[in-house]
């Protein structure tokens, strides 16, 4: 917290620019690896493409990809849209009314256990293409909402709780100013984690659906490229595809950072 | 302004807390509840702001002091505040509750400032020390001005300096704003530095043992605390005790 130089400062500082570069490091040592094993046994690029072969596909491919690309990310986002709104709110629902937790959480609980690579084939025999991919990215990334959300709210101090009741506080007061602001580390928990599953969900759902037509996300190329054995664009594919998870994921982490760093003990852990 | 009479508790999973408990409350008093853990000091509190129905017995108010037209504070054993929110917003909850808004502001900067805590109204909870965090939860209990505040031993969580500072600082606001104080405590010497009248409890089931007067004159200071007055009053209080607890002491 001081302004001085602590006798620690400049380990931790080390350490944390160690923490930033390692990983990076590491890309580069296995990206010349992989160039190096291309060249030294004379791969052809249907067999495996090298590092280079992979950037510039990635670059004249660049008008389908970003399509693609721009396909998947809106079908993610949509997805983890609709799993924040209703596994919170279906969270509320269950937090306000046992009735309504004991009638439908067990179904909750199927929805979450049933593989989605299984559910997809029936949703895309009963809905359009791009709405059987939605449900997917839906149902994968809004359980972890709704079971995080669910133990946020149901772990209310209970002192709290009772000076709440004293001061004679609605059923609104409690939720708003009570169980909701409490929940909260609970909730971006559980949106962090539906951040990457509603990814998972729209690829598989992508990759079930299979060619079908024009409006084709990121998953489908791969399975596309595959049968072509255009496997350059493929590797270009599934790297767009690590890098939007990962965007995911940090950004998911800043916003819960934001959030909570000036009362929760999770953030705590950034300052130094 | 309250009398208890005859309370009984029993919880659901059969435990006896109180058994024949008959209490009396006067109008601008400092009442200390003396007793082992677990012997129901803490039900009695919550009896009488009506967070628990007694199985059976009576809670009696006097006069205007009906419960409806009552107002508590309550300080817990912990100080209970919401971490999400800053301490001024911790200490104006009481008055958005029962939704008075005007004044709020007022009142909220008065309750800091009567704890010595308006330099931290912006603070998180999270940043302040343990004693401050209790100045801000017993200014929460302050911010309604209630007429009866109920403390849960509310300081045995501190170090013994910051026990004694606040103490003495709660004897301040009991003497200037002439509240009706009811404190829980298992701790002898607390309960004689503190309070005019302390009730001996008996171990579960819960009842008054006997009731000793603390006669000694306000305001009280360090000084009382080194003084043989203070100190064979807590004898005489602890030895009340030993006897309430029986062949288990």
Not at chain 1, 86 to 103: D, H, K, M, P, T
Request: net charge neutral; proline share 6%.
């Amino acid at each position: 917290m001081s302004p001085a130089p602590a006798p620690g400062e400049e380990e931790r500082r080390r350490d944390r620019i160690l923490r930033f570069v390692l990983p990076f490091v590491v890309l580069g040592v296995l990206i010349v690896l992989w160039h190096g094993v291309v060249i030294y046994w004379e791969l052809p690029p249907f067999e495996l493409p090298g590092p280079g072969l992979v950037f510039t596909t990635l670059i004249s491919d660049w008008p389908v990809l970003s399509r693609s690309l721009a396909i998947t990310l809106i079908t993610t986002m949509l997805g983890f849209l609709l799993a924040a709104i209703g596994g919170i709110g279906l969270a509320i629902l269950f937090n306000q009314s046992r009735f309504v937790e004991y009638s439908f959480y067990p179904y909750a609980v199927i929805l979450q256990v049933t593989p989605v690579v299984a559910i997809a084939p029936l949703l895309l025999i009963y809905m359009p293409q791009q709405l059987a991919v939605l449900s997917c990215a839906w149902i994968v990334a809004f359980f972890p909402v709704l079971a995080n959300t669910t133990l946020g709210l149901n772990s209310v101090d209970r002192n709290l709780a009772d000076l709440f009741r004293l001061y004679g506080a609605t059923r609104m007061q409690v939720l708003w100013e009570l169980k909701l602001p409490g929940a909260l580390p609970h909730i971006l928990t559980g949106l962090r984690i539906a951040g990457g599953l509603s990814l998972i969900g729209a690829v598989v759902a992508e990759i079930a659906a299979g060619s079908s037509g024009v409006e084709s996300g990121l998953a489908y190329r791969i399975v596309e490229s595959g049968y072509r054995l255009n496997i350059p664009r493929m590797f270009a594919a599934l790297v767009l595809l690590s890098i939007s998870g990962i965007v995911i994921f940090f950004a998911l982490s800043l916003l819960s950072h934001l959030l909570l760093r000036r009362w929760h003990e999770s953030a705590l852990v950034e300052e130094f | 302004m309250l009398a208890l009479r005859n309370i009984k508790k029993t919880f659901p999973n059969g435990v006896v807390a109180l058994a024949g408990f008959d209490m009396e409350l006067r109008q601008g008093e400092f009442v200390s509840l003396l007793g082992p853990s677990g012997c129901g000091k803490s039900t009695v509190l919550r009896i009488i702001t009506g967070l628990t129905e007694p199985t059976s017995g009576r809670l009696e108010w006097v006069g205007s002091s009906q419960r409806g037209t009552q107002r508590f504070g309550f300080v817990f054993q912990e100080p209970t505040l919401m971490p999400w929110a800053s301490v001024a917003r911790n200490v104006t909850l009481p008055l958005k509750l029962e939704g008075r808004h005007e004044n709020a502001d007022k009142l909220t900067n008065d309750a800091l400032a009567r704890l010595g805590l308006s330099e931290f109204a912006d603070k998180y909870p999270r940043e302040l020390s343990g004693g401050m965090k209790m100045r801000a939860s017993i200014a929460r209990a302050l911010v309604t001005e209630p007429t009866l505040l109920l403390m849960d031993e509310p300081f045995a969580a501190l170090d013994e300096i910051t026990r004694f500072r606040l103490n003495n600082d709660l004897l301040g606001l009991w003497q200037s704003l002439g509240k009706t104080v009811v404190l829980v405590t298992h701790s002898v010497f607390e309960s004689v530095y503190l309070s005019q009248r302390i009730i001996v409890m008996t171990p579960r089931p819960g009842r008054v043992f006997t009731e000793l007067p603390i006669n000694s004159p306000y305001p009280r200071d360090e000084r009382f605390r080194t003084s043989a007055e203070y100190a064979a009053c807590c004898r005489r209080v602890a030895e009340a005790l030993a006897r309430a607890m029986g062949d288990e002491a």
